[in-house]
């Protein structure tokens, strides 16, 4: 999961990087300001923001604007010192998902993340069923015909990322930014991510499950059921 951390205390953001990362296999990245950004959420396509408001060069509202404008799969919180009804009404009414009010315990973040995550995705769900596999996102488990295959964290999180698109075509490159976030920009080649790939099909296909991931040639994968 590939998370953007919009906040100027630096503190503050290093250590909600370092408690989400210890939790779950989540790539944070940092933008200390407006500007930083507005430039991150252009090149990324991230599945959660968490932004502060008040920023030293623009007003972090801007940014949750913008980015539900665009894609509206990104889940927003909300982290601020502005506690006033108003402000969590211009929030919440602009898009954000939630709002927090500093200071939080980080392990009410985390609750918050995947709970918004799991309403924009999943309906609420926390199970999913497609075709013969279960997957459980909160536990980050899955099943296939009731056997649970030996998945690692970059496998468990590519299915998820295939299924949360499903019957979409999902190119290399965004499952190798996915995973490694700011980073993946440091590896030349995505041979890495059809290593993953082809490792994942093979452990569902073991246990009796249809290949459901397809190869789109020369582009990435697609997940269809049917
Ligand atoms: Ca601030």
């Given at each position: ?22 939790i ?65 009404l ?16 980080l ?7 995947a ?91 073991e246990?009796g ?18």
């Amino acid at each position: 999961m590939l998370i953007l951390i919009v906040e100027d205390e630096k503190e503050l953001a290093l250590s909600i990087r370092d408690y989400l990362k210890g939790i779950q296999d989540i790539t944070c990245d940092l933008a200390p300001n407006f500007s930083k950004a507005v430039e991150l959420t252009e090149l990324y396509s991230y599945d959660c923001l968490i932004v502060d408001l008040g920023l030293p060069d623009g007003d972090g509202l801007e940014i949750i604007k913008k980015v539900k404008t665009e894609d509206a799969q990104t889940g927003i919180i909300i982290i601020s010192a502005r506690d006033t009804l108003d402000d969590r009404l211009k929030g919440l009414n602009i898009g954000a998902d939630d709002y927090l009010t500093k200071p939080f315990h980080l392990s009410e973040l985390q609750a918050r993340i995947a709970s918004v995550l799991r309403r924009i995705r999943f309906d609420g769900k926390s199970i999913l069923k497609e075709g013969v596999l279960e997957v459980d996102t909160v536990q980050r488990k899955i099943k296939v015909n009731g056997k649970e295959p030996d998945l690692t964290k970059s496998e468990f999180n590519i299915l998820e990322y295939l299924i949360t698109n499903k019957n979409k075509v999902v190119t290399k490159a965004s499952i190798a930014e996915h995973i490694l976030g700011e980073y993946s920009d440091m590896y030349s080649s995505y041979d890495f991510v059809y290593t993953h790939i082809k490792n994942l099909r093979k452990k569902l296909v073991e246990l009796g499950c249809p290949d459901y991931i397809k190869t789109v040639y020369g582009t990435g994968y697609i997940f269809e059921t049917a």
